[in-house]
């Protein structure tokens, strides 16, 4: 008996035994797991990784290696740790037709940006004319009594009575008598008679008579107690300061009168968008007086100062009014385009506002949509120039994006949703918002 082990040696030995048997069933069963544990904790797992497989058209299906799909039989197709960490959504083509989601490529194509100024129908000043006297005196009669009303150059305004003016007329006829009666000899030069009825002449023009209403006067012989002053312009009257019987004095302004027929649109343009103007420029004109037309026009001014309170200069179009249908006074608005040329753009529609970043979703192909981050500059026609982030060619979502967006946030792509407090990319100027409130819908674009 002394050659059998102790029991409790045999108990030890056995106990070993089960031990070893139970690591060697361990490390086999959970080989994997624990590999895949110590990896993600030692270093960050490669950009190739195979994460899982699934269907394209039923991403529900998920399996830890290549094979065929339990429900449809289609080859499962491999899906990165990268591509998971990205949050990429599988959208079958049922669903995708379901909520219809369509794509347009990226495009590098010419870009023209509008923006829009308030303005209003004004007179064009280089067209209007005022009626004041050179003398003082009474209006005895009044033709034009009407603010508004219209007048055709050369028609009679008023009649004036003027001792000065009608000093002045007998003066002329004075020498008019005197040149015709003299015999000076004319060798010696012109007679002191016909160079006082020269003289005379000339002072009824600077006193305000015109050369028809002088011949007029020739040809009677006798003063006109009452003078008629005729329209220097045709248009409508737009100030008028006299009644009939009243006293004028010279210099005082009667009539102000403006033709219509060429109006002018002062536009209030932002100090940023100065810089686009140009004048030449094309620019479109409405009113809504007017609704669904546009008169064309071109800037023909901008004046060299800024309004200190609004900060916006002035820019002046000019526009034919044959028709009379622009009137003073009027709002307008002025659409003002420049060319920023060739640009790579993608639709704006496409686009995802979530707080500081802007996101689109790449088709990848597959049924497989990549939220990518864009930095976005200028709107113009439905389009965002691409400053970063996308190539020409990118299949890009461009409907269907809320719903795509919310499964990508479902997906952990938690590094595209949460706010980290830095200023918005370069050329996007928009606020800063909360992630959680943020919308995950596209800004729709500039009317």
């Given at each position: 008996?002394?050659?059998l082990p102790h ?10 035994l089960?031990?070893v048997a ?5 490390t086999l069963?959970?080989?994997r797991p624990?590999v ?6 030692g270093?960050a797992p490669?950009a190739?990784?195979?994460?899982h ?13 290549p094979?065929?799909c339990?429900i449809c039989?289609?080859v ?16 079958d083509?049922?669903r995708?037709q379901?909520?219809g989601?369509?794509?347009?490529p ?10 829009r100024?308030v303005?209003?129908?004004t007179?064009?000043e ?15 009669r ?10 055709r150059?050369?028609?009679?305004l008023f009649t004036?009575?003027?001792?000065d003016l009608y000093?002045?007329?007998q ?10 009666t003299s015999?000076?000899a ?9 160079l006082?009825a ?10 305000g008579l015109?050369?028809?209403?002088i011949?007029s006067?020739?040809?009677d012989g ?11 312009a ?6 008028k ?7 004028v004095?010279a210099?005082?302004?009667l009539y102000?009168?403006?033709a219509?027929t060429k ?7 932002y100090?940023g968008?100065?810089a686009?103007v140009?004048?030449?420029q094309p ?9 669904g037309?546009?008169y ?8 060299p ?9 002035r820019?002046?179009v000019?526009?034919a009014?044959?028709?009379l249908?622009?009137r ?8 003002l ?5 060739s ?9 995802v506002y979530?707080?500081p970043?802007?996101?689109v ?5 597959s049924g497989?949509?990549?939220?990518t981050e864009?930095?976005v ?6 389009m965002?120039?691409?400053l970063a982030g996308?190539?020409?060619?990118d299949?890009?979502a461009t409907s269907?994006?809320?719903?795509i967006?919310?499964e990508a946030?479902?997906r952990?792509?938690?590094r595209?949703?949460e706010t980290?407090?830095?200023?918005p990319?370069s ?5 800063t918002?909360?992630?959680d409130?943020?919308?995950l819908v596209?800004r729709?674009?500039?009317p």
């Amino acid at each position: 008996m002394s050659g059998l082990p102790h029991p409790s040696k045999r108990r030890s030995q056995v106990t070993t035994l089960v031990a070893v048997a139970l690591a060697v069933v361990a490390t086999l069963v959970l080989r994997r797991p624990l590999v895949a544990w110590f990896t993600s904790r030692g270093e960050a797992p490669l950009a190739g990784a195979i994460d899982h497989y699934t269907c394209s058209m039923h991403p529900s299906v998920k399996q830890s290696g290549p094979g065929r799909c339990p429900i449809c039989g289609m080859v499962l197709i491999p899906v990165t740790r990268e591509q998971q960490q990205e949050g990429v959504v599988m959208i079958d083509e049922v669903r995708r037709q379901l909520i219809g989601v369509r794509t347009e490529p990226v495009i590098a194509a010419p870009m023209r940006d509008t923006f829009r100024a308030v303005g209003h129908v004004t007179y064009d000043e280089a067209s209007l004319a005022d009626v004041n006297l050179k003398v003082h005196g009474w209006i005895t009669r009044l033709y034009v009594n009407e603010t508004g009303q219209r007048v055709r150059k050369g028609q009679n305004l008023f009649t004036l009575y003027s001792p000065d003016l009608y000093t002045a007329e007998q003066d002329f006829l004075l020498g008019m008598q005197g040149a015709a009666t003299s015999v000076s000899a004319r060798e010696a030069g012109p007679p002191r008679t016909e160079l006082l009825a020269r003289a005379s002449r000339q002072r009824l023009h600077l006193l305000g008579l015109s050369d028809a209403q002088i011949d007029s006067l020739a040809r009677d012989g006798k003063p006109s107690e009452d003078v008629a002053v005729p329209s220097p312009a045709s248009g409508f009257v737009i100030e008028k300061n006299v009644v009939e019987g009243a006293s004028v004095d010279a210099g005082m302004r009667l009539y102000r009168i403006a033709a219509l027929t060429k109006v002018w649109v002062d536009a209030d343009v932002y100090e940023g968008d100065l810089a686009h103007v140009r004048v030449g420029q094309p620019a479109a004109v409405t009113v809504d007086y007017q609704p669904g037309r546009t008169y064309e026009a071109k800037v023909a001014y901008v004046y060299p100062y800024l309004d200190p309170t609004a900060r916006t200069g002035r820019v002046r179009v000019e526009l034919a009014n044959e028709d009379l249908e622009l009137r003073p006074g009027m709002y307008a608005s002025v659409a003002l385009a420049y060319e920023l040329g060739s640009r790579l753009q993608v639709p704006a529609s496409a686009v995802v506002y979530t707080g500081p970043r802007r996101l689109v979703f790449v088709d990848l192909g597959s049924g497989r949509f990549r939220p990518t981050e864009v930095h976005v500059g200028t709107e113009s026609n439905g389009m965002y120039e691409v400053l970063a982030g996308l190539a020409p060619g990118d299949l890009v979502a461009t409907s269907g994006v809320f719903l795509i967006a919310a499964e990508a946030r479902i997906r952990t792509a938690a590094r595209y949703w949460e706010t980290t407090g830095e200023p918005p990319p370069s050329g996007d100027t928009s606020a800063t918002v909360p992630a959680d409130s943020a919308p995950l819908v596209p800004r729709p674009a500039k009317p």
